[in-house]
């Protein structure tokens, strides 16, 4: 209302001034009395908000509780000292399983013993060989069989293998089909009476000596020939240390190497040929071992001679 009031008067003395002076000088007159009554105005207005203010006014800062602050900052630390991830997730896949290690090879020889078994030096060599944890193979005359039936047994029990190598020995090529099988079923026939055991399914023919008629009938009969690829002559040279020295000179990985257990000379030769093969490292294992290594599976009528092949004397 004071507003509408005080914009009237205003519009009153702007239209007076512009009719005469008189109209000025009533606003100035006007104006210093809105001056006055404006200050009135004010003045009345400050002694009312006082009046109704208490007597006692005190405006506090505000209260900051520090000790449950720093109880909350040491809780925080404390939980982020415990803090455990959450477990990863466990997915149900199939593990492929670890490739097994290869076995590490070892290289090996095969020692043969043919024309026994003697009851002089048979029992020794197998001696020697079960010192040394040692297998060797025993190519064995059916003749001798039955008189060493004893030592026969103990080949099996101990571990080496046990061919024939004919009745009688004679030079299969000398003989027809019929002598050829006679001489190798009879043989065979009286391992297994003796041992109940199976003999090789290999024998090694005397002399070396094969043809077409024995290479037949080895594989008629299912057996694979069985040759040689050291030969220290130990049967010609009756010497332990010459037979010893032609076996190291010659000796390969895969050697099958030709000794006859029938001389003591060739017995008292392997009391030194077996711990040495040994420190060189060999491994000392039956034929059979050895061609499954060299060959993998061995035919019938098929001759092996081990890594090589050696065209020395046929004995």
């Known amino acids: 209302m004071f507003y509408l009031f005080t914009?009237?008067?205003?519009?009153?003395?702007l239209c007076l001034?512009?009719?005469?002076?008189?109209?000025?000088i009533l606003m100035k007159k006007m104006m210093n009395m809105f001056t006055l009554i404006t200050g009135l105005l004010l003045i009345f207005l400050l002694t009312a908000c006082h009046a109704a203010l208490p007597?006692?006014?005190?405006?506090?800062?505000?209260?900051?509780?520090?000790?449950?602050?720093?109880?909350r900052i040491y809780e925080a630390q404390i939980q982020l000292m415990i803090y455990e991830p959450p477990p990863l997730?466990?997915?149900d896949v199939e593990e492929a399983p670890e490739p097994e290690p290869e076995p590490i090879r070892r290289p090996m020889?095969?020692?043969?013993?043919?024309?026994?078994?003697?009851?002089?030096?048979?029992?020794?060599?197998l001696d020697v060989l079960a010192?040394?944890?040692?297998?060797?193979?025993?190519?064995?005359?059916?003749?001798?069989?039955?008189?060493?039936?004893?030592?026969?047994?103990?080949?099996f029990d101990e571990g080496h293998e046990v061919a024939g190598h004919s009745w009688g020995h004679p030079r299969l090529t000398g003989l027809g089909i019929a002598g050829i099988t006679r001489e190798i079923t009879r043989t065979s026939d009286i391992i297994r009476d003796v041992s109940g055991n199976e003999p090789a399914v290999f024998f090694r023919a005397p002399y070396g000596a094969i043809n077409n008629n024995v290479i037949n009938v080895a594989r008629d009969l299912g057996y694979a020939l069985i040759r040689w690829s050291v030969d220290p002559?130990?049967?010609?040279?009756?010497c332990a240390e010459h037979v010893y020295n032609e076996v190291m000179r010659a000796v390969v990985d895969g050697s099958i190497i030709l000794l006859h257990d029938i001389h003591v000379t060739t017995?008292?030769?392997?009391?030194?040929?077996?711990?040495?093969?040994?420190?060189?490292?060999?491994?000392?294992?039956?034929?059979?071992?050895?061609?499954?290594?060299?060959?993998?599976?061995?035919?019938?009528?098929?001759?092996?001679?081990?890594?090589?092949?050696?065209?020395?004397?046929?004995?």
Not at 138 to 147: H, N, P, T, Y
Request: charged share 25%; proline share 5%; net charge negative.
């Open 7 to 13: 914009e009237n008067v205003l519009n009153v003395i």
């Open 17 to 24: 001034e512009y009719f005469s002076d008189a109209g000025m």
């Open 55 to 71: 007597e006692t006014l005190t405006i506090a800062p505000p209260r900051i509780d520090f000790m449950s602050m720093n109880t």
């Open 89 to 91: 997730p466990v997915y």
């Open 109 to 125: 020889v095969a020692l043969t013993f043919d024309d026994g078994p003697s009851l002089a030096n048979t029992g020794f060599i």
């Open 131 to 155: 010192d040394h944890d040692a297998k060797a193979t025993f190519f064995v005359l059916g003749s001798r069989v039955e008189a060493g039936a004893e030592l026969i047994n103990r080949m």
């Open 233 to 238: 002559k130990d049967w010609d040279v009756r």
């Open 267 to 315: 017995a008292m030769a392997t009391a030194r040929i077996v711990p040495r093969l040994i420190e060189m490292g060999f491994d000392l294992v039956t034929v059979s071992e050895l061609l499954a290594d060299v060959y993998g599976e061995i035919e019938p009528g098929v001759e092996y001679s081990g890594n090589r092949y050696a065209n020395q004397s046929q004995r």
